[in-house]
Every structure is written in structure tokens, then in C-alpha cells.
């Protein structure tokens, strides 16, 4: 569907993301978000200051829509035009698992001998205060 041909009442009851969906189909490029979303203003009539308010709101649209695809530099395209690569170093893997296998036990005892050597210098300060004498003392 052509974003043409559609009536201006249409348009209007249609949400940011199927709005910025047309613009980049028949704009057939990628867009900054900015440029699409002034896209999606201009047809909503949306003033400066309500696209000042709502462009948040619609980046985090984007960005849960799986249609769209964030690319390099800023830009947004259709994730339809953008096949994903997905590439793997098997020497990646095998180094990974190498060291998850190698990686030693934490040492549980490395804290226990100090804490019986330490627990009486610790305490060798300390002052127990009852309740009413404490607000005498102050």
C-alpha cells in the first residue's frame, strides 16, 4: 500500500510505527529518526513542540518494532531490506570453552582464617551502651 494512496483520515487514525512503516517504503531509503519522525509529524500536523515531546516515545517504538532495523550512523530502514549475517569463528568457540573448563574453584577457607584470628582485636574496642544511659550521655 502506497502511503498516496491512502486518505488523510486514515492516515491520521494510524499509529507512529505503521506511519514511519510507509514513509520508508515509498521513501525507499534510510532515514535519520529525526527526518522520519518531522515524516510523521507533517502528515499528523503535529507541531514542533509536540514532536519535541513525543520523540522519545517514538524511538523506543522503533526500536521494539521488529520491522525496523537501526543501522549505521543513526539511520532506520525496513528490516525486510537487510538480510543479517551471522558469521562463526569456530576458533572463537573452541578458545571460550577451553577457558570455562580451566577457570579454578573459588577458594571458600581463603576467609574463614581470618575472620577467628581478627574476631577478638574486632570486638576488643567495643561498648555496650543500655538504652537510658544513652540519652544521658548525649
Excluded at 5 to 18: A, G, N, R
Excluded at 86 to 102: C, G, L, Q, R
Excluded at 124 to 130: E, N, R
Aim: aromatic share 8%; net charge negative.
Amino acid at each position: 500500500m502506497k502511503l498516496k494512496d491512502i486518505s488523510k483520515e486514515e492516515l491520521e487514525l494510524m499509529s507512529y510505527d505503521d506511519l514511519a512503516y510507509l514513509i520508508l517504503e515509498d521513501a525507499n531509503k534510510k532515514m535519520k529518526i529525526n527526518d522520519l519522525f518531522h515524516q510523521v509529524c507533517k502528515i499528523l500536523k503535529l507541531s514542533e513542540k509536540e514532536f519535541e515531546e513525543r520523540i522519545a516515545d517514538f524511538f523506543e517504538i522503533l526500536t521494539t518494532d521488529k520491522r525496523f532495523t537501526m543501522l549505521e550512523n543513526g539511520f532506520w530502514d525496513l528490516k525486510e531490506k537487510h538480510s543479517e549475517k551471522v558469521v562463526i569463528d569456530e576458533d572463537d568457540d573452541e578458545v571460550f570453552v577451553e577457558e570455562t573448563e580451566e577457570e579454578p574453584e573459588p577458594d571458600n577457607d581463603l576467609y574463614e582464617e581470618d575472620e577467628e584470628e581478627n574476631d577478638d582485636e574486632d570486638l576488643k574496642d567495643l561498648v555496650v551502651i543500655d538504652e537510658d544511659e544513652e540519652g544521658e550521655n548525649l
